[in-house]
Structures are given as C-alpha cells and as structure tokens.
C-alpha cells in the first residue's frame, strides 16, 4: 500500500510517513486505503466524484444497498431450475462448486433474504440475486422453446 501512496499520491513523504506511522500504531489500513481512493478519484473525476464514490461503496458494504447499475441477465431454461445452476449460467459465479459453497455458507441473497440450494428458481420468475459480497444481478429465468 506505502508503495502506491509513494507513486500515485501527491502527499509529502512526512505526510505519508505520518500515515505508515498511525497505522502501525494501530489505525485501521483501511479507512488509509480510503485516503489514497479518494485522492485519485479526486484528481481524475473531481470532488464530487470523490465523495459520491465513497459513500455509495459504503452504502452497498456496511448497509446492502444495490448497485446503480444492476445488471440484468435473461437465463435460458426448459424448466424450474436450482439457484446454484442459475448463479452459473447467469456468470455471478466461476463455477457450480462456488455456487455450492456461497450457499453453504448464507453468502447468496435472493430478493435481499438469504438462501440455501434447496431455493428452486421457478421458470419466468425474475429475482434480483447477489452472490458473496460483489456479484449482483437481476436475473430472469426465460423459457428456452429451442431445446424443447
């Protein structure tokens, strides 16, 4: 981290100093990591810019609001299918063993409520899904006529 403030920031070498020296006196690196986030969208985007990003970050990490840009994803299928095979097809996961271990472990929302892998996802049903803490979408299960 010390070493993108060196390049990227504008701040002295006291000043970055200063900061290495709170955070090992116990600061969180965090809330320094937030300073440097700030200062370069700042400097690239404005202020404003600055301050809107900061706050919407938090807003979506500490109280679970959605992204302005929610994607919407349209999943072909013949029938009702299980959440982890629509989580894969719609890409919020790598893969169904992800999907499997999101739900283990109440890391998949549907509709803001969290779920296990018995959710079945009902043909034409739309539902705003997230998977762990960055992966969102609005996903509706479309009938699929070619592969009837």
Not at 3 to 25: H, K, P, Q, T, V
Not at 89 to 105: C, F, I, P, T, Y
Not at 129 to 137: L, R
């Amino acid at each position: 981290m010390w070493r993108y403030f060196e390049l990227l920031s504008f701040r002295s070498m006291e000043e970055i100093n200063g900061l290495r020296a709170d955070c090992e006196a116990g600061a969180n690196p965090r809330d320094i990591k937030i300073k440097l986030a700030e200062e370069l969208v700042a400097r690239f985007h404005g202020e404003e810019a600055a301050a809107t990003a900061h706050r919407s970050a938090g807003n979506r990490m500490k109280e679970g609001e959605l992204p302005d840009d929610l994607p919407e994803i349209s999943v072909a299928a013949i029938e009702d299918m299980p959440i982890s095979a629509v989580l894969n097809k719609a890409g919020l996961v790598k893969n169904a063993a992800v999907a499997r271990d999101l739900l283990a472990s109440g890391g998949v929302r549907i509709d803001g409520e969290v779920v296990d892998r018995s959710f079945i996802v009902k043909l034409g049903a739309t539902h705003v899904c997230q998977a762990g803490k960055k992966a969102f979408g609005r996903i509706t299960l479309v009938s699929d006529e070619s592969s009837k």
